[in-house]
């Protein structure tokens, strides 16, 4: 029987459930419900062009997070991304355009195919780590391009393939609103997978692996087995990416899949945080309006001072390496870290000290 006259204090979970809750406190659950209606209400309130900024920068995060899974929380880096991409894309090209089957199963497929190659590139990770395993990985990008722009009959070669936007019976996803939604839901799945899959054994044996082979080898942890698991998993993510994306662009073509979109997709998990899922959210959507805003800039400072766009037509480059730069130096957890360290300084205030 509960004393009436002692205060609780702290978190208190009377069954298994409220234990392995994600979100555990209901403040916080509620703020996260508040978080998803905004979203599914933010096409009322916004224009088109805001709405596929916004579609972009969801894609870029679903590729993101699959990234992350293999390389934060699994220490195995990548810089072969822009070719899974590229594996997703044109595999749902192919099987829509060529084959006729339905978007609905030519995405989850492409997820699968773009794995299986993924799997295939992983397999000398057993052998490999660090900056021997990344050049395999670059040599996977170099490798699936050349098939790509030389297999003609079946990619298009250099000239791609053109696609045709997903649909459901005679409702077409034509409009930005719409494309939102459908990147919006497979974003969410995304997500909470992410999420569950590091509160599970095989998620616990990824972090295990990244933070000490050896330990966890010695501990039964098979490494050959889940680093090849994490490439199968990663690449089933980036897979989808490369569809969506492909279906969007409605067009597929292998100079959109070069090393500097795997350089991006880098740069992403590393200004978001590493091992961390919302992370590669604050990291997709940061890279991916950099362009835009450096743009919109560059288009005022024209504006006051006629030909300076001659002078900064480089400047996407150099403010894109120095943000890598200054969060390397200064935040290595990336904009995750900087988003608790604000939470946790408003937990305190205003008694801070």
Same mark, same amino acid.
């Given at each position: 029987?509960?004393?009436?006259?002692?205060?609780?204090?702290?978190?208190?979970?009377?069954?298994?459930?409220?234990?392995?809750?994600?979100?555990?406190?209901?403040?916080?659950?509620?703020?996260?419900?508040?978080?998803?209606?905004?979203?599914?209400?933010?096409?009322?309130?916004?224009?088109?062009?805001?709405?596929?900024?916004?579609?972009l920068c969801g894609i870029a995060s679903i590729g993101a997070i699959g990234l992350n899974i293999l390389t934060g929380f699994t220490g195995q880096?990548?810089?072969?991304?822009?070719?899974?991409?590229?594996?997703?894309?044109?595999?749902?090209?192919?099987?829509? $355009?060529? @084959? &006729?089957?339905?978007?609905?199963?030519?995405? =989850?497929?492409?997820?699968? !195919?773009?794995?299986? *190659?993924?799997? #295939?590139?992983?397999?000398?990770?057993?052998?490999?780590?660090?900056?021997?395993?990344?050049?395999?990985?670059?040599?996977?990008?170099?490798?699936?391009?050349?098939?790509?722009?030389?297999?003609?009959?079946?990619?298009?070669?250099?000239?791609?393939?053109?696609?045709?936007?997903?649909?459901?019976?005679?409702?077409?996803?034509?409009?930005?609103?719409?494309?939102?939604?459908?990147?919006?839901?497979?974003?969410?799945?995304?997500?909470?997978?992410?999420?569950?899959?590091?509160?599970?054994?095989?998620?616990?044996?990824?972090?295990?692996?990244?933070?000490?082979?050896?330990?966890?080898?010695?501990?039964?942890?098979?490494?050959?087995?889940?680093?090849?698991?994490?490439?199968?998993?990663?690449?089933?993510?980036?897979?989808?990416?490369? $569809?969506? @994306? &492909?279906?969007?662009?409605?067009?597929?073509? =292998?100079?959109?899949?070069? !090393?500097?979109?795997? *350089?991006?997709? #880098?740069?992403?998990?590393?200004?978001?945080?590493?091992?961390?899922?919302?992370?590669?959210?604050?990291?997709?959507?940061?890279?991916?309006?950099?362009?835009?805003?450096?743009?919109?800039?560059?288009?005022?400072?024209?504006?006051?001072?006629?030909?300076?766009?001659?002078?900064?037509?480089?400047?996407?480059?150099?403010?894109?390496?120095?943000?890598?730069?200054?969060f390397l130096v200064y935040e290595p957890e990336g904009l995750n870290k900087i988003w608790r360290n604000i939470k946790d300084y408003f937990k305190?205030?205003?008694?801070?000290?």
């Amino acid at each position: 029987m509960r004393n009436p006259f002692v205060m609780e204090c702290g978190e208190f979970h009377v069954n298994y459930k409220q234990n392995m809750a994600i979100w555990k406190i209901p403040r916080v659950r509620m703020r996260i419900y508040l978080v998803i209606a905004f979203f599914i209400l933010f096409p009322f309130i916004a224009s088109d062009y805001i709405i596929g900024l916004a579609t972009l920068c969801g894609i870029a995060s679903i590729g993101a997070i699959g990234l992350n899974i293999l390389t934060g929380f699994t220490g195995q880096i990548s810089i072969g991304v822009g070719a899974f991409l590229a594996v997703g894309g044109y595999t749902s090209a192919i099987l829509t $355009a060529k @084959l &006729g089957l339905s978007f609905w199963l030519s995405m =989850p497929l492409a997820g699968i !195919i773009t794995a299986i *190659v993924g799997a #295939l590139f992983g397999i000398p990770s057993l052998r490999l780590k660090g900056l021997y395993l990344a050049i395999a990985t670059l040599a996977a990008q170099v490798i699936i391009l050349f098939v790509i722009s030389r297999w003609d009959s079946l990619t298009g070669g250099t000239a791609g393939l053109v696609l045709s936007r997903p649909q459901i019976g005679s409702f077409v996803f034509m409009s930005e609103t719409s494309y939102y939604y459908l990147m919006f839901a497979i974003l969410f799945v995304t997500v909470v997978f992410s999420l569950n899959l590091f509160r599970s054994r095989v998620g616990r044996a990824f972090i295990a692996v990244r933070d000490r082979d050896i330990a966890a080898e010695v501990m039964g942890i098979d490494i050959f087995k889940y680093k090849v698991l994490a490439f199968f998993i990663s690449s089933f993510f980036v897979g989808v990416a490369g $569809a969506l @994306l &492909g279906h969007y662009t409605m067009i597929v073509s =292998p100079e959109l899949y070069s !090393i500097s979109v795997s *350089v991006e997709y #880098l740069a992403m998990i590393l200004v978001g945080g590493l091992g961390s899922v919302f992370g590669s959210i604050y990291g997709a959507v940061f890279i991916t309006l950099l362009p835009v805003v450096l743009r919109s800039v560059v288009e005022i400072l024209n504006g006051m001072f006629p030909g300076i766009s001659d002078v900064l037509v480089g400047m996407r480059e150099v403010v894109f390496g120095l943000m890598i730069i200054l969060f390397l130096v200064y935040e290595p957890e990336g904009l995750n870290k900087i988003w608790r360290n604000i939470k946790d300084y408003f937990k305190l205030w205003p008694f801070s000290y």
